[in-house]
């Protein structure tokens, strides 16, 4: 098993393109992937989330959806092996747990089928592009805003996700603002997700922003574009299904700072979900597990012989046709469903426990 200085040591000395772990627990700073890249080897780049906060335990295991996934993929797209505990306390790797739990960790969803104790995978240098290249591009594409390289910044990929999500400036290494965490939230939020397969009218985001928008309580949506490298993996390669076709995924996110907040906030998001059905993929709607939404669906609190039956409702809106695979995968991998949650996959073959 690698450990964390394994991990860091790593990142410290590898080239581009060569393999690394990125460990999952036991050490804070390890989990964070972003904050141990910036720590080692900031010219390093990996396809993960948009917010560089999130854990490699749960944001791996249930795809990883990010800024460079059109040109490299998915986080999940680059892990070659894993470290896992199963529901017998046993230390697996990819060769021990055989390639259908291999399959089913890589998107199947967190705390589903053990613990992933380290993730082996490739990590790529990034580059771009300079500010000239870019401005002529934007001025091609995009006249209209009167772009020039006096407009652009070059930055890492590191300060590039630093600055989207926490106003980075430079005036401080990359690393200070990728560690820190505040001990209480000070905003609470709830999102959703939806698939996009056939562009949304105009008219229908003049009237999006005219009026759901300007209400009490409305939070923020975020379109993240898929295709490219996307489209070219098959959908049953790894449990996230949603490839070929798939336009962009919305995020939708409600948040309050104040209990009496809350109210106002997840109204305005069941009501702005439930206009947006008619837009986006229906039979079944479909939805990214990492977001997870228990409104959706979610499993009897007491064991329950038709689970996997009752769970095929919103499992397939996550997986859609890799659903029946992964419950039975479950079945093999942890039969008397030890590792349960409101919404983990039930065993297909479900078996009462001891
Ligand atoms: C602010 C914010 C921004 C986000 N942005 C993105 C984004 O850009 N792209 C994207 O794809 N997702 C994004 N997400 C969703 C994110 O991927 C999920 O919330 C993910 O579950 C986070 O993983 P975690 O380990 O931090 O979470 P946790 O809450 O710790 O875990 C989530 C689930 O995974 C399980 N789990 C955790 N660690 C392990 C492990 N080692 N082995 C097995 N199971 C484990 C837990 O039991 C739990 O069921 C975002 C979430 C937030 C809050």
Redesign the pocket.
Known sequence: MASSDDFLQCVRDKIPGELVYTQ??SNFAG?LLYYAVAKNNPRLAFP????P???????F??????MMMRKYGL?IDRVVDAKLVNANGELLDRSGMGEDLFWA?RGG?????????SWKAVFRALYLGECGSLASTMRDRFPELNMTSADCQPMTWLQSAALSFFSFTNSKPVEDVLLPRPASPTTF?KGKSDYVRHAIPKAVWKEIYASWFTMKGAGVIVL?PHGGFMCGVPEDATPYPHRRGVLYVIQYIAYWMSADGGPAATSWLDGFYGFMAHHVTKHPREA?V???DLDIGQNALEDDFGAAENARFWGQRYFLGNYERLAKVKAAADPTNYFR?EQSIPPMANQPRE
């Open positions: 999952c627990s989990v993960s989330g948009e917010c906060t999130i854990g490699v335990g749960g944001h295991s249930g795809g990883g959806i990010g986080s960790i969803g967190g705390g589903n089928f053990g613990v992933v104790l939020s993240e990214y990492n977001f997870r949650n």
